[in-house]
């Protein structure tokens, strides 16, 4: 078993290398019971978490009646991509699919920038009004996003961007989740760091752009995934101010296959199988850098 | 990348040295604060809030202070409303479905928090150095967070079914009669907060993950010299540091739990007999609001539900300082 | 307007371009052609729509019909939001839970004018569907296809238990007694879906046993007559003849008749092209009228086209409404096969479209339909329904009292509308 096989190790960031939280020491390396062990329950949750998702793609190459038929049959009679062809002819899929990418790097910067400004604020810098503003912020967190439909629609209507791909991400570039997210991460780094390039003369920004943004790396790539995550899968507000297919996300244009009756359950699922896709590559594409972590460790100097 | 990495490696190893690395932190949450920083730093701390906090206004603090104002009329559907004090606030209080989905909405909190110890231990599993295929692993125990929540739904749903459901299949070879999960007021509530723990597993992971990631190495390295082993280590390096993180996945997992809405809604069809006890606050707000059009009373009930999470969110943060450490 | 370019300037440069693009595209008028929305939910319909659209551009090349599907789900709430905003798509789907709140709210375009103007003859389309959208004596909507309760039955079951299929001669007993027999523990048949849906079941049979769901904005849950319409299903899941609520909460009484699984199912006319779908019921499946209980009666339900109050654009919007329920508009629908077509003499082609199921059958119990309930606030009405009613269709306390209940806690429902 050479460590260069694992994934991990394949990674650049010699950092991973150190040994933390496992019991797999270099030495025991062979007879590790414990790898195996952690390796059967992993499999287990893996099994039960990707379910479903199997489940979802099997019924996408069902046919309708045999996609309700009871008692349920596990695998397709036969693997015809028809649900797939015609998920792409019932809607205009591709640009929808833009429309989602839009979105969700709108939203995604968006919070990147003003979250990590905002957050590095509250919990770095001392200031007049900082733990009021922080409870209003944090209010904010706790409002049920049903609540404000109404008055938002509206506040977009008066901006004239109703059925526009900015009226997706307007509201969701503005997030206290994002900004309590950071501010943890913030708080959490040694207060040294500040205080020596400082002493170095160097102003708040600076600071906060080449010291402390780079430490919190992992933050900003899990901030990302779920965000992103969180506005590809919105629909409420997608269906509420962009009701023209052309402008409608993928989200909320699948929900247009559902039916009041019956649904095509086929070509439901084979559409959010093949949308979910771009945040499969995506989040595979940013785990890369939880897993670098922070070269907080000498190594790297 | 970092600028000064080995000072603060220095300073961590020391701190490791000192005992078990976490000191108070010089803020924790919305405790008063006494000593302002230099009018420089206020201003641009200012400067730092300032685009977010617009935004803020204009699309959250401005909308909620209109909803406040509709909680005290009756909401005309079409526009029109007339003031009606605190009739609607009235009626929320009155009404007995609204405890009902309160106790579902507990009952949801409670198995929510579930999720966390279970993402813990799972995002320490997957750091476990040398582990073949973690980063397929997680790419795995993602999954149910990017699918659609009408497809995790419908397929529990068929998991859950209680005459060809998977579960009451596997119930069956151990010799355990099944039930109908999903329609039985006894079972609905829980079998639905397992699929909530299900499908928000992911979503912590991410957060956790980071917040191990976020460990300095050194941290572990000289616990490793002192000849701690992996449950020493996991309980006075990786939990203690990792308390940021964990205080705030538990204020943001009370949150959405209080706020279940998607799943519930999915996963009870209109005609289940066990709606009553399924239905969360959040889906009697909808209920009210949206299918019945009593948006007034809707609101009303929503800002009470927020008084409740902002209750919660409070007594958290009060009682993080007994066991959250900030660096 | 400066607010709005100099956020979008601000903040969104990138895709500024891709919105604005959408704004010109969505304009007025583009090329002098008069542009009109037309909001539906049915992604079934879809097909036939814009085969319809297509038709009606070609007849008035003048204008032109953008098409929006909003999932029913989300569809009312949306529309409700769009009409606070004044931004409601000018023609829209209508149904007859929704038809009073939005007429009494004034925010529907009243037809009677044009009707009148264009002599539109709405005695061609059925009464029960006409009076579904006339609120005070005021025309909101031109009904456009409509759907009837029948009993689809399943003859392969039929032949293995040797019960006769049903037919008009068919009352409850022999509906009763048919399902007693068709009843098969040992294959997992059950002889009928006694399923607590309110417009497939039991609102056919309070009519049937001459009783009511709501008259005059009360209540009629607490009619004898009623209970006795309830009665009839939660007595078939006592006796173990249907499965009971719960197991049809897992799979729908629909899916259990797809998969062979229950002999009879009361289901919709509109239902049919689905079930033709399906190789099993093609073979196996037809459709009978429903049974008669004191009396014969099915519910009907149509989807109307209405014109938003606040259309800047009700001249061409009429002209649309008006093709729709025109004859080639109805002929289009009427083939497509998924609804039946309301004018009078269109419906040939939607019963001839599925040869093996005797869809005529739906066509001859126009004569006895009964509208679907409805008030200004149904929703909340029906949302008590499952609620109360759910115990005694799961085996669960008696059916009266629960009935009774309801009625009492609709009555306030109805009190709160006026």
């Known amino acids: 078993m050479p460590e260069s096989a694992t994934p991990e190790s394949a990674m650049p960031a010699p950092a991973t290398a150190g040994a933390y939280g496992g019991t797999a020491g270099p030495r025991r390396r062979r007879f590790d019971k414990g790898s195996v062990a952690t390796h059967a329950v992993l499999c287990l949750g893996a099994v039960i978490m990707v379910f479903p998702f199997v489940w979802q793609v099997l019924t996408a190459y069902k046919t309708m009646p045999e996609s309700v038929q009871v008692p349920p049959s596990f695998l397709p009679e036969s693997w015809r991509g028809d649900a797939f062809r015609e998920v792409f002819s019932a809607l205009p899929f591709l640009e929808m699919l833009g429309n989602s990418l839009l979105n969700t790097l709108g939203r995604t910067l968006g919070q990147l920038v003003f979250c990590s400004l905002a957050a590095y604020a509250f919990a770095r810098m001392q200031f007049r009004g900082k733990n009021v503003l922080f409870a209003i912020f944090l209010s904010v967190l706790m409002v049920p996003a049903q609540l404000l439909i109404l ?50 003369g160097a102003g708040s920004l600076r600071i906060f752009w080449s010291v402390m943004l780079p430490l919190v790396r992992p933050a900003l790539a899990a901030l990302a995934v779920i965000t992103s995550m969180w506005s590809w899968n919105d629909l409420l507000w997608p269906l509420v101010v962009n009701t023209d297919p052309e402008a409608m996300p993928i989200s909320a244009g699948l929900t247009s296959l559902e039916g009041q009756f019956l649904t095509n359950y086929p070509v439901l699922m084979a559409g959010s199988a093949v949308a979910s896709l771009p945040m499969l590559i995506l989040y595979l594409l940013l785990q890369r850098h939880f897993v670098q972590g922070i070269a907080l460790s000498g190594s790297k100097a | ?112 928090l579930c999720t966390l110890p279970v993402a813990i231990v799972i995002a320490n599993l997957l750091n476990r150095r040398g582990l073949r295929g973690v980063a397929i692993y997680r790419a795995l125990y993602f999954i149910p967070f990017i699918t659609l929540p009408s497809a995790v739904g419908l397929v529990w749903n068929w998991l859950y079914n209680g005459d060809f459901g998977m579960v009451n299949q596997a119930l069956s070879v151990i010799g355990v009669d099944g039930r109908y999960w999903v329609s039985d007021p006894t079972t609905a509530v829980y079998a639905i907060g397992l699929v909530m723990i299900w499908s928000q597993i992911g979503y912590y992971l991410i957060i956790f993950i980071a917040g191990i990631k976020a460990i300095p190495q050194d941290y572990y390295e000289a616990a490793e010299l002192d000849g701690a082993g992996p449950l020493r280590r996991f309980f006075s390096i990786t939990l203690p540091l990792l308390s940021p993180s964990i205080f705030f996945a538990s204020v943001i997992c009370v949150i959405n739990s209080l706020q279940q809405f998607d799943l519930i809604y999915v996963m009870t069809s209109a005609n289940n007999p066990a709606l009553g006890s399924t239905e969360s606050v959040l889906t009697l707000f909808y209920q009210w609001a949206f299918e019945e059009n009593s948006q007034g009373a809707a609101a009303a009930l929503a800002f009470l539900l927020m008084l409740l999470i902002a209750l919660l969110t409070y007594v958290q943060f009060r009682l993080q300082k007994r066991w959250v450490h900030y660096a | 307007m400066r607010r709005r370019s100099l956020l979008t300037g601000a903040l969104a440069a990138p895709v500024l371009a891709a919105g604005c693009a959408r704004d010109g595209s969505s ?79 004034g925010v529907l375009e009243p037809l009677d004018p044009f009707i009148e103007r264009d002599g539109v003859d709405m005695s061609e389309h059925p009464p029960e569907l006409v009076r579904m959208y006339t609120y005070d004596r005021t025309h909101y909507a031109m009904p456009k296809d409509f759907d009837l309760i029948g009993l689809w039955y399943n003859k392969k079951l039929f032949d293995r238990a040797r019960v006769p299929y049903p037919d008009d001669t068919w009352t409850w007993d022999t509906f009763r007694d048919a399902a007693a027999e068709l009843t098969d523990p040992k294959r997992g048949v059950h002889g009928v879906a006694a399923e607590m849906a309110k417009q497939y079941t039991y609102y056919n049979t309070i009519a049937q046993a001459g009783g009511y769901v709501i008259r005059d904005g009360e209540s009629g849950f607490d009619d004898p007559r009623s209970i006795e319409g309830l009665r009839l299903w939660t007595d078939l899941i006592d006796r173990g003849w249907s499965p009971s609520q719960s197991a049809m909460t897992d799979t729908i009484g629909r899916q259990l008749y797809l998969s062979e699984k229950v002999a009879m199912n009361w289901d919709l006319s509109a239902m049919a092209s689905q079930m033709y779908a399906s190789p099993a019921i093609k073979d196996h499946g037809d459709v009978a009228v429903l049974p008669k209980g004191r009396q014969r009666a099915t519910t009907i339900h149509g989807l109307a086209n209405v014109i938003s109050g606040k259309s800047e654009k009700t001249e061409a919007a009429w002209e649309f409404v008006k093709f729709v329920s025109s004859r080639p508009a109805a002929e289009i629908q009427s083939r497509e096969g998924v609804t039946i077509s309301s004018l009078a003499g269109t419906q040939r082609p939607w ?51 629960a009935a009774r209940t309801l009625a009492r806690q609709m009555d306030l429902a109805l009190e709160q509308e006026k």
């Open chain 2, 1 to 112: 990348m970092a600028v000064f990495p080995s000072t603060a490696a220095a300073q961590a190893r020391g701190k490791y040295r000192r005992g078990q690395g976490a000191r108070q932190a010089p803020d924790s949450g919305p405790a008063p604060t006494r000593n302002r920083g230099p009018r420089r730093t206020q201003r641009s701390a200012y400067l730092f809030l300032t685009p977010i906090a617009i935004g803020f206004l204009v699309f959250y603090v401005w909308p909620l202070l209109q909803t406040l104002g509709f909680s005290f009329t009756s909401f005309g559907v079409f526009g029109g409303n007339t003031w009606v004090g605190g009739e609607n606030y009235e009626r929320v209080v009155q009404d007995v479905t609204v405890g009902r989905a309160l106790r579902n909405t507990l009952i949801y909190t409670a198995l929510g």
């Open chain 3, 351 to 401: 019963v001839e479209s599925m040869p093996e199921f005797q869809l005529q059958n739906f066509i001859d119990m126009l004569d006895y339909a009964v509208p679907y309930p409805s008030s200004k606030h149904t929703a909340v009405w029906e949302n008590l329904q499952p609620r109360l009613l759910g115990g005694p269709f799961t085996g669960r306390g008696d059916i009266a009292e």
């Open chain 1, 151 to 200: 008055p938002q629609h509206q506040i977009i209507q008066e901006m004239g961007l109703l059925n526009s791909v900015p009226a997706l991400f307007l509201p969701g570039m503005f997030s206290a989740f994002g900004v309590f997210l950071l501010r943890q991460f913030f708080m959490s780094l040694p207060k040294e760091l500040e205080e020596a390039a400082r002493i170095d």
């Open chain 3, 27 to 105: 304009a007025d008028s583009a090329g002098g052609r008069t542009r009109i929305t037309y909001a539906i939910w049915d992604p079934l319909q879809v097909d036939g729509m814009r085969k319809i659209i297509r038709a009606f551009e070609a007849e008035h090349p003048d204008i032109s019909v953008k098409l929006q599907v909003t999932p029913f789900e989300s569809y009312w709430t949306t529309m409700k939001t769009a009409m606070r905003g004044g931004t409601a798509p000018d023609v829209f789907w209508m149904n007859a839970v929704n038809s009073q709140l939005y007429a009494s709210n």
